[in-house]
């Protein structure tokens, strides 16, 4: 048997959960590895040396020794190269029609990791406004492209597996922003679409209760795993587990709690 491509990843990435979506749809979840990366430690000097000194994941390793790098890039490789139906569009309309929905996942993905690092008051409405702004655009997308829905296409595909681990992870503006999408004509389409993918069996690596718990460093200003000043921990330790920690307080602007409020000593 031919050896496995190796995914190295940090548990809960949204970037490689879009690598889980695609096999979970495939029924092919063993074909490839995971390595998992433990973000809180420095990080083994042989992986960095394979994927040249940069740091960010996943990174995917071929059976012959090559190395990819960029979520997007290895998932529409495995998409081609795992054995199975493309979950790509096969028509090249259709599919330039998904490449600009996936095109705009950038801008979006920003706007919200922005939304929950910052840390000034003054700068919430911006940061809402902006990302309104972004599901209006996708709404309008959806409109021209499949008003009837509720995914792009028929059935949830590339489009969906880019998206849907960011619309989980913006549980996290739910939960920190008490952010929700306004009701609306502007945004029932993107509503509807967001709901469906959030919904799909496929997605359902990550719980809203694990990606508030494990992201409350970042609605501290604290990104891939930094300590927040006066801790110890980061939200993103292995150990306790988050199931056996408690919610965290929901206001981000009352300042931060501590590594035992958080349930991490
Ligand atoms: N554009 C990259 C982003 C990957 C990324 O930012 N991954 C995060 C984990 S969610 C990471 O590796 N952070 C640690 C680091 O950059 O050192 C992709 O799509 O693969």
């Not at 992986?47 to 995917?60: D, E, H, I, S």
Request: charged content about 30%.
């Amino acid at each position: 048997m031919t050896k496995k491509p190796i995914v190295y990843h940090i548990p809960v990435c949204p970037f490689s959960q879009r690598l889980e979506i695609l096999l979970a749809l495939r029924g092919t979840p063993e074909a490839v590895e995971f390595r998992v990366v433990d973000i809180t430690r420095p990080r083994d000097p042989e992986l960095l040396r394979k994927t040249r000194g940069t740091t960010a994941l996943p990174v995917l390793e071929t059976s012959d020794g090559r190395i990819l790098k960029e979520s997007l890039v290895i998932l529409r490789y495995l998409d081609e190269a795992l054995p199975g139906g493309p979950l790509r569009r096969v028509d090249p309309f259709e599919h330039a029609v998904e490449s600009m929905l996936i095109a705009r996942e950038g801008a979006f993905t920003t706007a919200g990791y922005l939304f929950v690092l910052n840390q000034d008051r003054d700068q919430r409405a911006g940061h809402r406004d902006k990302l309104l702004g972004l599901y209006r655009d996708i709404d309008g997308f959806l409109c021209e492209h499949s008003p009837e829905g509720p995914f792009l296409f028929e059935d949830f595909g590339l489009a969906e597996a880019v998206f849907t681990p960011m619309f989980k992870r913006f549980w996290f503006l739910d939960y920190y922003e008490g952010f929700a999408l306004p009701e609306g004509p502007e945004y029932d389409r993107v509503r509807r679409w967001r709901a469906a993918c959030m919904a799909h069996p496929a997605t359902d690596q990550v719980s809203e209760e694990e990606i508030v718990k494990l992201y409350y460093d970042y609605a501290m200003g604290a990104g891939n795993g930094a300590l927040v000043e006066g801790r110890k921990m980061s939200s993103f330790a292995f150990e306790p587990h988050w199931r056996d920690r408690p919610m965290p307080p929901r206001d981000k602007y009352a300042g931060s709690a501590s590594d035992a409020v958080l349930g991490l000593v």
